[in-house]
């Protein structure tokens, strides 16, 4: 069985960075795509980046230039380093992983969350303006 680790949250100012990692159990890791996405409070859960196998990245446009979303597949790890953080960054932020999948994948496929098939727990991040 799957189960994904988040690490890294915290309580920052604006302008500093964070770097967010996700560790994943089990055989598979390579052949799946990897996403964050986040939850505000009162908010709809919405997609942060996404990397597939080929290591190809996604982004959304509110992180975008701001956030660098890189995998590990010997170490099975997703890391997201979020610099420049804002007030509107605050959110619970969660792992997932999709099932294994083609080696390029589009955005569509991984903003998706209806795609994963396994989520992680979610790390805190509070950014204070």
């Known amino acids: 069985q799957v189960q994904l680790v988040e690490s890294g949250g915290g309580l920052v100012q604006a302008g500093d960075s964070l770097r967010l990692s996700c560790a994943a159990s089990g055989r598979t890791f390579s052949d799946t795509g990897m996403g964050w996405f986040r939850q505000a409070p009162g908010k709809e859960r919405e997609f942060v980046a996404g990397i597939d196998r080929s290591g190809g990245t996604f982004y959304a446009d509110s992180v975008k230039g701001r956030f660098t979303l890189s995998r590990d597949n010997t170490k099975k790890t997703v890391s997201l380093q979020m610099n420049n953080l804002k007030s509107d960054d605050s959110a619970v932020y969660f792992c997932?992983?999709?099932?294994?999948?083609?080696?390029?994948?589009?955005?569509?496929?991984?903003?998706?969350?209806?795609?994963?098939?396994?989520w992680g727990q979610g790390t805190q991040v509070t950014v204070s303006s």
């Open positions: 997932a992983q999709t099932p294994r999948v083609a080696f390029f994948a589009t955005f569509a496929y991984l903003a998706d969350p209806k795609t994963y098939r396994t």
